[in-house]
């Protein structure tokens, strides 16, 4: 079992720095793809970024998040820069055990482990 506790949320202006951890625990992390996923007020959860043996983001966060990982405090992150009203969501982060040599996953579906998610709000 793996559990996952997010920290980092918080309100923050149009344009600002917000940077997520999220701790893991129960399992290390080395052999688990990880993931952000967020979901706003009245819409579907999204995908926002995952590594694994390879990183991917959503198009609208590239060049302006940045996911990573501290395998050593079994921690990951989402460095989040020149932040946008519509960034406002709860963001939760995923984990799934999975092969380094396979390609990391987009979609919510196949991460069994989530942690309880941390509000991320940007004024205008």
């Known amino acids: 079992q793996v559990q996952l506790v997010e920290s980092g949320g918080g309100l923050v202006q149009a344009g600002g720095s917000l940077r997520l951890s999220c701790a893991a625990s129960g399992r290390t992390l080395r052999s688990m793809h990880m993931a952000w996923f967020r979901q706003a007020p009245g819409k579907e959860g999204e995908f926002v970024a995952a590594?694994?043996?390879?990183?991917r983001y959503a198009d609208f966060v590239k060049a302006r998040f940045t996911i990573s990982r501290d395998n050593a405090k079994n921690t990951l992150y989402l460095q989040m820069n020149s932040l946008k009203p519509n960034d406002t969501a709860v963001y939760y982060c995923?984990?799934?055990?999975?092969?380094?040599?396979?390609?990391?996953?987009?979609?919510?579906?196949?991460?069994?482990?989530w942690g309880q998610g941390t509000q991320v709000t940007v004024s205008a």
């Open positions: 590594i694994g043996n390879n990183i």
């Open positions: 995923a984990a799934v055990q999975r092969a380094q040599s396979q390609v990391v996953l987009v979609t919510p579906g196949p991460y069994p482990y």
